[in-house]
């Protein structure tokens, strides 16, 4: 079905200006011509010019789209399903062809060949294939459909030849071939040399001039590909990431991270195929570097630029990184793109753009590696958003300057016309998605929405200087729709926002000193679509806030909404502002219609809105006024009918004009319309124009200018454009503010600002504040602040502040009264209330939200109650056996049971019926075993289980021999003997066990007897229990069950049929073994609750006796837990509730009145109880007589006169009575006392009794249990017998379903054999026969060549033979080979060894020639250029003045008629060769493809064989499962699951016998090693005694020559001689002489420090005596001055006076601080008088040490100075 189509006139519209995404690379259709996409049009783009044209077209949409030079074609394709593909000619502008049947719904790409005369197009969804289509016919070719294996998203195609093209994706390039054959093409597609496990994502390629297709990765990888076999030939790394490859005419271009530019020269003679390629791709290996040696010199580096350096160079430099370099297709200049959508032109180097085949100029002379700014020349082309765009806005009436923002962040500020600015633009990038614009009237202040939740208020005033001044996050919700307009006093904005959660936020945004401030949010009005402020209804004389205007609908009506805006001095205090401070009207559009639900909302008039609508309508209605409930409303009756329905679809965008007079629409479906609007409301469409796709969601926005002639639209990702009526004759003047040079400085980088909104630290989500009143100089300080208001309205608002002030200042006292007041004065919190309207809204809004969250509660509990319902059903109902534990009463043990499920009558018939299967089968076994059998019947057994098994395997799981058998009987003599050594063992045990119970016996006393006959019996009764239980304990072991009896022995498991019964057999010994553990389980809960009930009855007597004791003491009792109750996972406790019940008042009221009730029942009951009462009056209260009271319970009743009468004074009768008293009381405490240990005792046995209970019944579980561990391994092994069954089944279905598909694909391939058989045979009949008319045609031209048939066509002349010879000449003379060449579209397809001559330095073919490029040849279906017949006249044919003499004219001219019949004759033949080498082309290839069909076949035929034949070896292949002991598997364990298909099983006599043969064989072993060992000892011992004599030898050897060679000095004569005493006497009476010399010395010195010290002491003594003079003197003085003080004051006057002076002998007054500061000097001299002394001393020690030092250096060397002062014999000599 072929896209729909609209007339080209409906999108002819005068663009003015467009900045739509262009294809990187961009499309030449001419040296300097650019072609692109311009919504649905095409757009020419001279650039030399700076001119562009457009070509309308009928296509809603365009998606690929591609050129080509040479012929100046464009090919796009259109949107839709089944995309068709135009191609158009530009000169002249023509519709060449339309392609259908490309794809189904997705064209990948498009492409033409260079010489135009193919166009490719590569299709990946749904099918993914690649066509090629004649651009001479418009037909597609024979042959060159391509079935892809995976989706392509490139393609591109050789510039050398039309034959080698590469398709690309992300992480693979295939290189296809294309060859020429008979009446049709081959296709091949070379296979894939990039490894497909790589982790490579591809991000550049081109091709170069000697065929190479070079391949770059996001990894850094550059490799270099064969053009013609897509061989991997080399690879390197570069230095970073390549996004871009393109050439010249002789150097490769690279574009890398970084905005790097490197120039590269390629050097292809040094390509040779190397194996380690491969692992450089596939990252085994690291690659070498691009720039070294290292990667063979292929690449070497010759110039780079930094674009980024280059372009910050300028004011307004080169934003984002380069995602495209290409060069034009004249070779002059580059083309970058990047990625922030800027398109840029630079100059090429000339020395790196040069002709290959002209020599270099400049050759020796040394450049620059880097290219300089200046060298470059950037010059920027245009720009686009690379993201889909989300909102537009204009920053003035007409549409000059403009704003627009997309999903990317990318707030981008232009000039619809540029003029003296270089770019035209500003750009501003933000983290998140910039949703929503809006702009001021004067377009001073520009607002962004973002889907953070962040207003950014920018200044664009001028427009080249734009800012961010605020940022305010409203929500952590993101922002849909953001709005604004002036407010009611002229000096601030109304701001409003739409959030994605329906909500609407107010905020202010104040004009001196911008700023956002958030007012808050209003309730939820429902699923808002649109919202608008109705600034038409806005009069600078009104002081009424606007109005917003919003559209949604509200449950199944669809509304208008007009809500009020807050007032100027509103001042938040929550979240939600009030709905007095927001008034809210609304309006009813429709009811229960979805097609008329609003979608956008516009301010017409003062007395008229605009609303659009789903189905496409637009209508004009009054502004909403009324209050009510929606569902009281009728349906408001529009004002007017702009826009009928169904005449577009979804309105998408309104925007009135400023003047109101005309109206903008966007719809989906690609159409925007002007509107013009009367003043009676009548509506007029002025232009309709369809220029956005609607495949991509048609138009989204949409603004005009203030006379709404020129219009700004946006399809969202097909960019912007600026545009109005055809043939308007409007033009667009440039923006009146000039550019400013300095908004590019080092703080915005470049003219690039970025925000990070995302920052939840940097902008908080607001919160409001709760702000006190404001005193005198705060108020004041924010009245500064303010806007300039005018002297009367600043005089109100203070005024007004201050009564507010007075109020609550009046307010806060009377609380404060209140609150001090007495308690009948004082009012309560609610009669403070003076709004009670406002009160009861507050109620009635909380009591509707309390019955909200019940009517949840309640839903939710529902809806949990049908799952707990549903789960039952399922779950629980189904099952026989509920599943639950036995939990141990005295530690952690617990034993599960096993649910069961109950067994369905189906279920149970089928094992009945296999049950009687069984039976059969075993009696015919029998029947074959026995004697009766027929002698042919005998053998018909599948296995002979005796043949293979002893029957002592018992570690086979399920193999029960069967009787009669030789196994059973080796298998019941193994169990016999088995089963007396268990007796024996036993019997040892039991002897051993008897022994020592008589020991114990003798060392025990005798026990003590029962107290009680109920607990005797309790106790007998739980002895009981467990004595049963233990009679019951049977072990899984001895579990015979009757399953056993129909299973199949693991031997004759050879078929599925028996595999499948088998399996139900299993799981029914599964069952039963399960159900054989539930009775046990049953068993072991009834001995619990005996048991149970047994502790019970001793914890109440246990209680009792405590009781009587008067001991609290916790006793505890056995509960059952949750969990051995099957039925409490249903049950829900009140201590499991954790949350706490809410109790409403009603239902508090209603438990009171209750409590109240039974409180008063009560009372009554006490108070009329007559028997109560006649109890406590005869019995105390209690029923019990004395004899029933206990030891504990009886008292003595004292009277009274023993109290109070003295026992002297007492009577005989008294004293008897009192005697007798203390008698019975004496007897009474002896009873007590024993009662009391009567009672311990008896609290000892019970106790002792409970932990007999507990340990009893630990033992029972214990063992319970052990027997789940046993029934487990039993139960385990049965599942795990049917799971490997089952996996059986499974690969023998798996088997059959891959022999069923591997005799198809035999089937097809054999299909594929046969027709590959007869297309062969076919066409190699045809080449039969055309060898046949060519061996015709070859006779032919023989016969009309040879000489004879020239003879004899002049046999009947007058010719003499010299003239027939010469004409014979001139009849054999050959044409020129060059004058008579193939035209050049006769030219074949190019090879591989054409396409790429290595070794040469110079590609064959020159692909930056657009000349010598051409149509290589002639594509099949098109006709050949009329040219000359090769019988026609050339220039070297005979010419009549060649005629040799004797000829006349005529034989000449029958000559010439025979020449030209031979030069037929082989013209023909030379076609007709070509034809056989075409066809014996195609043969070949149909021979090649009918060998591998058959190679294909044989392949299929032999993996079906070798399936077959393993079918056959699995079929008796059994698997059986053995059970051993973990110590007897010697197969090493893996971490998971360990393969033990390769393992052995070994009999145990066989290992024991081997065991003992070793151990022999080791014991001789040890023997011989002992012999040896002794052997080897002595030897050692000789060698060493051998090694000790020989180097005892070599010591006297080596001392004789030491003696020999020994150097005789004077020091060893004199030695021998014996003169050395007297030297050795010298030396002492030295040394000697010296000690007595130091001796003195030290004598001397020690003198010298005894004098010094006696003059030391001698100074002390006098400094003592003068410090106690000077003492005794200060106390003295001390006296004097206190005895003079007390006389100054006796003779003081009383009353006081002046204060005496110093002086005249009165006490001087101290200054405390003068005292501290001069102790502080007296210390600091005395503190420095030390350090002198000190120094003093120290500066002659030092002279005296160097003084000593000189000494000792003379000593040291012969001097002959002598010093000229005295030396004394000390050394400490101070002199």
């Not at 390197?236 to 150097?251: L, N």
């Not at 923002?405 to 633009?425: H, M, N, S, T, Y």
């Not at 979805?594 to 956008?600: G, H, N, Q, R, S």
């Not at 405590?1106 to 505890?1116: N, T």
Request: charged letters at 30%.
């Amino acid at each position: 079905m072929a896209p729909p189509k609209k007339p080209a006139q409906a999108s002819k519209v005068d663009l003015h200006a467009s900045h739509v995404p262009l294809s990187a690379p961009i499309n030449f259709v001419g040296p300097r011509t650019v072609c692109y996409a311009v919504a649905n049009q095409v757009c020419i783009w001279d650039l030399d010019a700076d001119s562009k044209t457009y070509l309308p077209t009928t296509a809603y949409g365009i998606t690929k789209l591609c050129t080509n030079v040479e012929l100046g074609l464009v090919a796009f394709s259109v949107g839709g399903s089944f995309p068709q593909v135009l191609v158009y000619q530009l000169k002249p502008q023509k519709l060449m062809f339309t392609i259908s049947d490309v794809a189904e719904l997705e064209l990948a790409d498009l492409a033409f060949s260079r010489c135009g005369s193919r166009l490719y197009a590569l299709a990946r969804a749904t099918s993914k294939k690649m066509c090629v289509f004649s651009m001479k016919t418009g037909e597609r070719l024979k042959g060159c459909d391509l079935e892809l294996p995976l989706r392509f998203d490139k393609i591109s195609v050789y510039p050398g030849h039309k034959d080698h093209m590469a398709v690309v994706r992300g992480s693979s390039v295939r290189i296809i071939e294309v060859t020429k054959s008979f009446e049709t093409y081959i296709t091949k597609l070379q296979p894939n040399s990039i490894p497909v496990d790589a982790d490579i994502s591809i991000s550049a390629f081109s091709w170069t001039a000697a065929g190479h297709f070079i391949v770059a990765t996001r990894q850094g990888l550059v490799c270099t590909l064969d053009g013609s076999s897509g061989a991997l030939l080399h690879v390197c790394q570069a230095e970073s990431p390549i996004t871009s490859i393109s050439m010249t005419r002789s150097h490769l271009v690279t574009s890398h991270i970084g905005n790097a530019l490197n120039f590269w020269s390629f050097r292809p003679e040094q390509l040779t195929e190397s194996p380690e390629a491969f692992s450089f791709a596939s990252g085994l290996a690291d690659a070498p570097s691009m720039a070294s040696a290292a990667s063979g010199g292929v690449f070497k580096l010759e110039k780079t630029a930094d674009l980024e350096n280059v372009g910050q160079a300028k004011a307004h430099g080169l934003l984002g990184q380069v995602a495209c370099v290409q060069v034009t297709p004249d070779f002059q200049n580059g083309i970058v793109t990047t990625a922030e959508g800027e398109v840029w032109s630079l100059n090429l180097p000339p020395q790196q753009n040069q002709d290959p085949l002209a020599g270099r100029s400049g050759e020796g002379e040394e450049e620059d590696m880097y290219v300089r700014g200046d060298q470059l020349d950037m010059q920027m082309l245009t720009w686009f958003h690379t993201h889909a765009i989300t909102d537009i806005c204009n920053l003035d009436n007409d549409v000059k300057v403009c704003a627009s923002a997309d999903e990317g962040g990318r707030l981008r500020i232009w000039e619809a016309v540029r003029d003296k600015d270089p770019k035209g633009f500003r750009m501003m990038r933000f983290t998140s998605c910039v949703t929503s614009l809006a702009c001021d009237s004067d377009g001073k202040l520009l607002m962004a929405g973002t889907d953070s939740g962040c207003i950014h208020l920018l200044s664009v005033s001028p427009w080249t200087q734009a800012r961010v001044v605020d940022t305010q996050r409203i929500s952590e919700v993101g922002i849909v729709k953001i709005c604004c307009c002036i407010s009611e006093d002229g000096m601030s904005l109304k701001v409003a926002a739409l959030l994605f959660n329906n909500a609407i936020a107010f905020c202010n945004v104040s004009l001196r000193e911008p700023k956002v401030k958030m007012l808050g949010f209003i309730e939820p009005l429902g699923a808002i679509e649109d919202i608008c402020f109705h600034d038409k209804d806005i009069n600078p004389e009104d002081t009424v806030p606007a109005k917003l205007l919003v559209v949604g609908t509200a449950g199944e009506a669809s509304c208008l909404w007009a809500v009020r805006s807050p007032r100027e001095d509103y001042e938040p205090h929550s979240l939600e502002i009030e709905r007095d401070a927001c008034p809210v009207a609304s309006a009813k559009l429709a009811d229960k219609r979805p097609d008329e639900k609003p979608t956008a909302v516009g301010s017409q008039s003062r007395k008229a809105v605009v609303v659009g609508f789903a189905n496409g309508a637009v209508r004009s209605y009054t502004p909403p006024s009324s209050t009510d409930k929606m569902s009281k409303q009728a349906v408001a009756t529009p004002l007017a009918s702009l826009v009928k329905p169904d005449d577009t679809q979804l309105v998408s965008s309104l925007r009135p004009s400023t003047t109101g007079a005309a109206l903008a629409v966007a719809s989906m479906d690609g159409s925007v319309c002007q509107i013009g609007i009367g003043f009676d409301e009548t509506a007029t469409e002025t232009v309709s124009k369809t220029l956005h796709n609607p495949f991509n969601g048609g138009a989204t926005q949409v603004i005009s200018g203030k006379d709404g002639q020129v219009v700004v639209s946006t399809g969202g990702s097909d960019g912007l454009l600026v545009w109005s009526a055809p043939d308007s004759g409007i033009r667009l003047q440039p923006a009146d503010a000039e550019p400013d040079e300095d908004m590019f400085n080092e703080e915005t980088q470049g003219g690039f600002f970025e925000l990070d909104d995302t920052d939840m630290t940097a902008f908080p989500v607001w919160v409001p504040v709760d702000r006190s009143p404001l005193d005198g100089a705060e108020e004041a300080e924010e009245v500064d602040q303010e806007l300039e208001l005018s002297e009367e309205a600043l005089a109100k608002r203070r005024m007004m502040t201050h009564e507010v002030d007075q109020l609550r200042k009046k307010l806060r006292v009377l609380i404060e009264h209140n609150n001090a007041a007495q308690d009948l004065e004082k009012l309560e919190r609610n009669e403070f209330c003076v709004d009670f309207e406002e009160r009861d809204a507050i109620a009635a809004k909380s009591k509707e939200g309390c019955d909200a969250l019940r009517a949840k509660i309640e839903h939710e509990n529902m809806a949990r109650q049908l799952v707990r319902d549903r789960l039952i059903k399922e779950f629980w109902d189904p099952m026989r056996e509920k599943g639950c534990q036995i939990a141990s009463l005295m530690s952690n043990i617990s034993v599960s049971s096993y649910p069961e499920r109950i067994v369905s009558e189906e279920e149970s018939t089928v094992t009945k019926k296999l049950h009687v299967l069984r039976n059969s089968e075993k009696l015919e076994w029998q029947m074959l075993r026995g004697p009766e059998c027929p002698a042919e019947l005998r053998s018909d057994l599948v296995l002979e289980e005796d043949s293979f098994a002893t029957g002592r395997e018992r570690y086979i799981v399920n193999w029960w021999p069967a009787a009669g058998t030789k196994a059973a009987e080796s298998r019941a003599k193994q169990l016999a003997d088995a089963e007396a050594e268990e007796k024996r063992i036993a019997q040892i045990a039991k002897e051993k066990a008897e022994k020592e119970a008589e020991k114990a016996k003798d060392s025990k006393d005798s026990k003590d007897k029962d107290k009680g006959g109920g607990d005797a019996k309790k106790e007998d009764a739980g002895g009981k229990a467990g004595a049963g239980e233990m009679e019951r304990g049977s072990t899984v072991d001895a579990i015979v069950t009757m399953e056993q009896d129909f299973l199949y022995e693991p031997f004759e498991l050879v078929t599925n049929s028996r595999r499948r019964l088998q399996i139900n057999l299993l799981q029914s010994l599964s069952a039963e073994y399960r159900a054989h553990f539930n009775e046990l389980f049953k068993a072991c809960q009834s001995d619990k609750a005996n048991i149970m009930d047994g502790i019970k009855e001793k914890t109440t007597r246990i209680k009792a006796i405590l009781g009587e004791l008067q001991i609290d003491e916790h006793v505890p009792e056995p509960k059952l837990q949750n969990v051995e109750e099957a039925d409490s996972v249903l049950k829900v406790k009140d201590d499991e509730i954790v949350a706490e019940k809410f109790i409403s008042a009603e239902e508090k009221k209603k438990l009171a009145e209750a409590a109240a009730k039974e409180e008063e029942r009560l009372r009554q009951l006490r108070e009329n109880d007559a028997g109560q009462r006649a109890l406590v009056q005869m019995m105390g209260g209690t029923l019990k007589t004395k004899k029933d009271l206990s030891a504990l319970e009886i008292t003595l009743d004292k009277e009274p006169w023993m109290d109070e009468i003295p026992e002297e004074d007492m009577t005989e009768v008294q004293k008897a009575a009192y005697a007798e008293y203390l008698a019975n009381e004496k007897a009474l405490m002896e009873l007590q006392d024993a009662y009391r240990k009567q009672l311990h005792e008896e609290l000892k046995t019970l106790r002792a009794g409970v932990e007999d209970l507990t340990v009893q019944f630990e033992a029972l579980l214990k063992k319970l249990h052990h027997e789940r561990f046993a029934h487990d391994a039993k139960f385990f092994c049965q599942e795990l017998y049917c799971a490997r069954l089952q996996l059986a089944l499974l690969q023998s279905v798996e088997d059959s379903m891959v022999k069923e598909q591997a005799q198809l694909d035999v089937e097809a391939a054999a299909g594929k054999v046969k027709t590959a058989e007869s297309k062969l045979a076919a066409f190699s009949e045809e080449v039969a026969e055309a060898k046949g008319q060519q061996d015709d045609r070859v006779r032919y031209e023989k016969e009309v060549s040879s000489a004879q048939h020239f003879r004899q066509a002049f046999a009947n002349s007058a010719l003499e033979p010299n003239a027939i010879t010469a004409l014979l000449q001139l009849f054999r003379k050959r044409r020129d080979k060059a004058a008579a060449g193939a035209a050049p579209h006769m030219r074949a397809s190019a090879s591989g060894s054409q396409l790429l001559k290595a070794g040469t330095g110079l590609p064959p073919y020159n692909p930056f020639n657009a000349a010598a490029a051409g149509d290589p040849y002639l594509d099949l279906g098109v006709p050949e250029p009329k040219g000359t017949s090769p019988d026609a006249p050339a220039d070297d044919d005979p010419k009549l003045e060649d005629c040799p003499e004797g000829v006349d004219e005529a034989s000449f001219q029958q000559m010439m008629q025979l020449r030209s019949e031979k030069l037929a004759a082989e013209a023909e033949v030379a076609k007709g060769a070509a034809v056989l080498t075409e066809m014996a082309g195609l043969q070949t290839h149909l021979q090649k493809e009918t060998e591998e069909a058959k190679v294909n076949y044989d392949r299929l035929e032999r993996e079906l064989r070798e399936h077959k034949d393993l079918m056959n070896r699995e079929l008796y292949d059994i698997e059986l499962l053995f059970k051993l002991k973990q110590g007897q598997v010697e197969v090493p364990q893996a971490a998971v699951v360990t393969d033990y298909s390769d393992a052995i099983v070994i009999d145990q006599e066989v290992v024991e016998s081997r065991n003992g043969r070793i151990t022999e064989l080791g014991k001789s072993k040890v023997n011989v090693l002992t012999i040896i060992k002794e052997f080897r000892k002595k030897l050692s011992l000789l060698e060493w005694e051998h090694s000790m004599l020989a180097m005892q030898t070599t010591d006297l050897e080596e001392r004789t020559k030491d003696v020999h060679m020994l150097r005789v000095t004077k020091d060893l004569q004199s030695l021998l001689k014996g003169g050395e005493e007297g030297r050795n006497k010298a030396e002492s009476d030295l040394l000697e002489r010296k000690i007595e010399h130091l001796n003195e010395t030290t004598e001397k010195k020690e003198q010298a420090l005894k004098k010094q010290y006696g003059i030391g002491s001698h100074a002390a003594k006098l400094r003592k005596g003068e410090n106690l003079m000077l003492e005794k003197k200060l106390r003295e003085l001390q006296q004097n001055v206190i005895q003079r003080e007390h006389i100054r004051r006796l003779r003081a006057p009383a009353g006081g006076g002046a204060k005496p002076q110093t002086g005249g002998g009165g006490r001087v007054e101290e200054n405390e601080g003068a005292a501290k500061a001069a102790q502080s000097a007296f210390r600091e001299v005395r503190g420095r008088q030390k350090l002198m002394e000190a120094a003093k001393k120290h500066t002659q020690e030092i002279e005296l040490l160097h003084k000593e030092l000189d000494r000792l250096r003379q000593r040291t060397f012969p001097s002959f100075v002598q010093l000229h002062e005295d030396r004394p014999a000390n050394p400490d000599h101070t002199g």
